[in-house]
């Protein structure tokens, strides 16, 4: 089966604080996703990595950054905590190529609270 | 162009009875239509998926309608069940490089036991 796990399922943190939130992947794939998901406005994405230290911008990358240094583990960096940044956060990976189908697999996410 | 239009945002349905949710498309290079169920506390998991070359897939009592012409795709779940309460997502994709997924913004959908 394929395992996406992330570092925490609930963080609190305080407001300027630097964050950082961990996925690791176990099933080689090439891309890695990370999302944020609010209420009434679905899966944002963030953040995707097509290789190791390759990184290309969502739709909502202002005030975060991103790290992939091995090609099964993921970083979202939040480089000064926001309370706007409360959310929840998932991170997810696929393999390369239409062809198979672009599943992405989802972890359990992280909960993240600025205060 | 790059949207996927959802509705509606959350659906009460009797047990047994048929669940509907709706989404619609702009961009016609879209070419990979997925759904994702996602219960509380989990992430999100592919349910069903169809490629437009097909106007209807389904699976068990999972069904997925596809119309080309009008850009419009809905997932439709017979005999629902309170285990089916849930969140959906539809989806669309792009082939090539890009493996990006647009998801709409969700339906929270509950079955009244």
């Known amino acids: 089966d394929v395992k996406v796990t992330q570092s925490s399922r609930y963080l609190v943190k305080r407001t300027g604080e630097k964050v950082f939130l961990e996925c690791v992947q176990d099933m080689d794939h090439e891309n890695m996703f990370w999302y944020r998901q609010d209420p009434g406005l679905g899966l944002r994405l963030i953040y995707f990595?097509?290789?190791?230290?390759?990184?290309e911008k969502g739709d909502i990358p202002e005030g975060y950054s991103v790290s992939r240094e091995k090609k099964e583990r993921f970083s979202l960096i939040l480089e000064s905590a926001s309370t706007n940044q409360t959310s929840m956060y998932l991170c997810?990976?696929?393999?390369?190529?239409?062809?198979?189908?672009?599943?992405?697999?989802f972890g359990p996410g992280t909960r993240l609270t600025v205060l | 162009q790059q949207q996927v239009k959802q509705s509606p945002q959350s659906l009460i349905v009797q047990k047994g009875g048929i669940s509907i949710i709706n989404c619609a498309y702009e961009?016609?290079?879209?070419?990979?239509f997925p759904w994702y169920q996602q219960f509380p506390g989990k992430g999100p998991a592919l349910l069903i998926a169809?490629?437009?070359?097909?106007s209807e897939k389904k699976e068990g009592r999972f069904t997925i309608s596809f119309n080309k012409s009008a850009k419009q795709f809905s997932l439709h779940i017979m005999d629902s069940q309170p285990g089916d309460s849930a969140t959906y997502f539809c989806a669309a994709s792009l082939a090539g490089r890009d493996d990006k997924i647009i998801f709409g913004k969700g339906t929270r959908l509950h079955i009244l036991p």
């Open positions: 997810a990976s696929s393999f390369w190529g239409a062809a198979r189908g672009n599943e992405q697999f």
């Open positions: 169809i490629r437009p070359d097909v």
């Open positions: 961009n016609t290079a879209f070419d990979y």
């Open positions: 990595s097509y290789d190791v230290k390759m990184k």
